[in-house]
């Protein structure tokens, strides 16, 4: 199983480390990056920044048409939805729904093919999505 972070403030849950930590800046306040009095919470924002408001040339180019941007990022995207390129999908087997993680297919198999809910507190409630559990679990003082 996929190991997720969940976010302690919101309950929004985050597959890399490196998203919760990014995440957890914007909880805290801490912007690592300014530019012209603004504060910016990642590099690509301040990236895009650059390069709507102060006319930084975009550097990224799309293999596929030639087409510029400001970040990495905006390209990968670009891929995906111009070009259909093809990111890594599970599928389920049973019903052929497609999930962006392991975790989705896997709590979508739970709750919709064995009958039962993929997130369960220790009080009995169980619910189909982990930001669900952690909200009740916030709300009732678990």
């Not at 490196?18 to 909880?27: F, K, P, T, V």
């Not at 030639?66 to 070009?83: D, E, L, N, P, S």
């Not at 369960?120 to 709300?139: V, W």
């Amino acid at each position: 199983m996929e190991s997720t972070r969940l976010c302690t403030e919101c309950g929004r849950q985050f597959q890399s480390r490196s998203g919760h930590s990014r995440h957890m800046r914007q909880h805290k306040g801490q912007a690592p990056y300014r530019c012209c009095g603004k504060m910016f919470f990642d590099k690509d924002k301040l990236k895009m920044h650059r390069n709507h408001i102060h006319g930084e040339a975009a550097r990224e180019a799309c293999f596929q048409c030639g087409k510029f941007f400001a970040t990495r990022q905006q390209v990968t995207k670009h891929m995906a939805v111009v070009h259909n390129a093809n990111s890594e999908n599970f599928t389920c087997d049973t019903c052929g729904a497609n999930y962006t993680s392991k975790q989705g297919l896997q709590d979508h198999t739970a709750s919709q093919h064995e009958g039962r809910a993929a997130h369960a507190c220790h009080c009995g409630k169980e619910y189909r999505h982990a930001t669900n559990l952690y909200r009740h679990k916030k709300s009732t003082k678990h």
